[in-house]
């Protein structure tokens, strides 16, 4: 059943890349943009007035509503169409801003812009000053805004709060072997990245995971691990997806069971450092080729922590260095990383993500 689902994941999205990519190659012009609400609630979609010849597309992917926005995606047949004016009406709600827009007049419920992106900019992430060779990037989820798979379900909160604590604990188990020192360490670059429930331009980022990657020529060549997540935040496998020269490797992509030892190869081919998935699912060690030192991050319960641990050798003890819990406030734009001895506060953009 994990393989199936697995397997399933990766269908559609290649189903859906197929399916973006037939409409390029068609003789029709997309533009996309959302409109946010001052404040979160649940209403109804507001009305557009579209310039003649111009239409709505359907589907999560391109359009939809919930409480924080409205996102929509129009299309005209004809190729590099110029950018349509459009206008909105959207009664009892007050509209706070609108993204991938030009020339924008917003009073009160109504609204009339210019249309300038080629599709909705419904990602809501961030990406972290660098750290040596290490790249954060966190998706920002916010209760009930739900597309695609998520869609229906209940709000998968203990897994997007167990992700987070993964996931800097992650950095900080990169930051003992090395890896945050100078970004030379690899040839390529490490992504620790987080997952989405709002389907942003039919993503399907499902089940809840975190990621661990080694990338290099901008994304056409990547190891990635999707460490998947149950409902109290135990690691249950690695979806495994390995891209070589834009390609999908099919013999390496398969899922990966508990106990397995994932090596994250560079641009050179060199193994530069090792992930063990813990038996029980609670973790990850790491181990780097040549070194003597390990690390580990692990918890009994991901949802409220999980702690870093070092040895200098497999014969030493494990060392307890750090315990990580984070709190990711996406309705004010607040990310908090509390550990041990110090807490990280970094603020962003609560309808885009962006860093300030």
């Given amino acids: 059943m994990p393989r199936l689902r697995s397997l399933t994941f990766w269908l559609t999205l290649f189903v859906l890349i197929l399916n973006w990519a037939a409409v390029q190659a068609q003789d029709v012009t997309r533009f996309g943009a959302k409109i946010t609400k001052s404040e979160l609630a649940e209403t109804d979609a507001p009305r557009l007035t579209l310039p003649e010849g111009w239409r709505l597309v359907e589907g999560d992917a391109f359009t939809g509503l919930n409480r924080r926005e409205y996102y929509f995606t129009i299309e005209a047949d004809g190729k590099n169409l110029p950018a349509p004016e459009v206008s909105v009406s959207w009664p009892n709600v007050k509209i706070a801003k609108i993204y991938g827009v030009t020339q924008e007049q917003i009073n009160g419920s109504d609204a009339t812009f210019r249309m300038n992106a080629g599709r909705t900019p419904t990602h809501f992430s961030g990406i972290l000053p660098h750290f040596g060779a290490v790249e954060v990037c966190v998706f920002h989820n916010v209760p009930g805004v739900q597309a695609g ?47 989405e429930t709002n389907f942003p331009n039919g993503h399907v980022d499902f089940p809840p ?139 962003y953009d609560p309808n885009t993500g962006r860093m300030k």
């Fill in 149 to 195: 798979p998520y869609r229906g379900r209940p709000y998968p909160e203990r897994q997007i709060q167990a992700h987070l604590n993964f996931m800097f604990a992650s950095l900080e188990m990169m930051r003992e072997m090395g890896f945050t020192d100078s970004e030379d360490t690899v040839k390529g670059q490490i992504n620790i990245y987080g997952f």
């Fill in 209 to 347: 995971h975190f990621h661990i990657m080694v990338m290099w020529n901008h994304w056409r060549d990547n190891r990635v691990c999707h460490f998947i997540l149950d409902e109290n935040g135990k690691i249950l496998r690695n979806d495994h997806f390995v891209v070589k020269n834009d390609k999908v490797d099919a013999k390496e992509s398969v899922p990966m069971k508990l106990g397995s030892t994932i090596p994250m190869e560079d641009e050179t081919g060199k193994v530069r450092f090792a992930l063990r998935m813990l038996e029980d699912g609670s973790g990850l060690e790491m181990t780097v080729p040549g070194r003597e030192k390990q690390a580990k991050i692990q918890s009994g319960d991901s949802v409220k922590s999980v702690s870093v641990y070092v040895r200098e050798n497999v014969q030493a003890e494990w060392k307890k260095i750090d315990e990580i819990s984070v709190n990711d406030d996406s309705i004010n734009g607040v990310l908090t990383v509390k550990h041990e001895n110090k807490t990280d506060v970094w603020n």
